[in-house]
């Protein structure tokens, strides 16, 4: 296959995430689990993204991927996905999760504009919300609210496409924001954002926030105090993240998190933790 096993520590730096994965908040028994599940994602979504690799060789990968993985065919997989596979058939965690990840990768291959937020959505179902699923179910949290933790790993999804609108459309021609709420889809090239644009962004993190809203109560249905801290985090991040890009112009430059803001969202996340304790 086209890429070499890797380190969830070093795709993490190459990819620049703002979200944790395989934190060391988790414990060490789950911990290379995430790494396997975490390194099957990201070596999928890279062949999906990867910018001078053929469209038609791309396709082929990841559909022989897809195939294999859902017969269980470890002599065909690559070898970065068996750590992956090998998780699955000791029980820890179910297949159908990564499978649909493969679906959402496919289709960035073969789909690069969405017409309605509901068609976004359907795409984010499966290619973010597999992930929170696979984590709740790697740490046997089957109490968690599980549509709240749909939500939150959409939007998720949502804002790091905003923070990528201008790259996406210039390295790979692809759209995450409703065909219909742009003008001139070429204005997601220029050097500062038009008004369009702003107002598309503004459309788009208004449902953001709604679904963040939507999206708390998985905080408190989490059993682990370590998993909820995570997850309390990776909440104030969201929240955080969405005011900067109200606030700053994604098309001039890539809207992220200080360190210091990283460390007041896991704060936050402590305390929040503690208090959802009490509550119960």
């Not at 309605?116 to 968690?144: F, K, Q």
């Not at 969405?242 to 700053?248: A, E, G, Q, V």
Request: aromatic share 8%; charged share 30%; proline share 3%.
């Amino acid at each position: 296959m086209f890429f070499k096993q890797t380190s969830a520590r070093s795709v993490n730096k190459r990819h620049d995430e703002n979200f944790p994965v395989a934190s060391m908040l988790l414990s060490a028994k789950v911990r290379p689990h995430m790494v396997a599940f975490y390194n099957f994602a990201r070596h999928a979504d890279d062949i999906a993204d990867h910018t001078t690799i053929k469209k038609d060789e791309r396709l082929k990968s990841l559909m022989e991927i897809n195939h294999n993985l859902n017969d269980g065919n470890e002599i065909n997989l690559p070898g970065w996905a068996l750590p992956y596979l090998h998780i699955v058939n000791e029980g820890h965690c179910s297949k159908k999760y990564g499978l649909a990840l493969l679906s959402a990768f496919i289709q960035d291959v073969t789909k690069s504009r969405y017409e309605s937020w509901d068609e976004l959505i359907d795409y984010c179902m499966r290619s973010a919300a597999p992930v929170g699923r696979t984590v709740l179910e790697l740490h046997n949290e089957t109490e968690a609210n599980f549509d709240a933790s749909d939500k939150l790993c959409n939007v998720l999804q949502i804002l790091n496409h905003l923070q990528d609108l201008k790259e996406d459309f210039l390295l790979r021609d692809r759209v995450y924001i409703p065909s219909g709420w742009l003008g001139d889809i070429n204005e997601l090239g220029q050097n500062n954002e038009t008004k369009g644009v702003r107002n598309s962004i503004n459309r788009s993190l208004d449902r953001v926030d709604k679904m963040l809203i939507e999206s708390e109560p998985v905080i408190p249905s989490i059993a682990g105090f370590r998993l909820r801290v995570e997850i309390a985090t990776i909440f104030y991040v969201a929240k955080t993240l969405s005011k900067k890009l109200r606030k700053n112009d994604p098309i001039k430059d890539r809207v992220r998190l200080s360190s210091n803001e990283k460390l007041s969202c896991f704060i936050k996340g402590i305390f929040y933790s503690f208090k959802s304790v009490v509550r119960k």
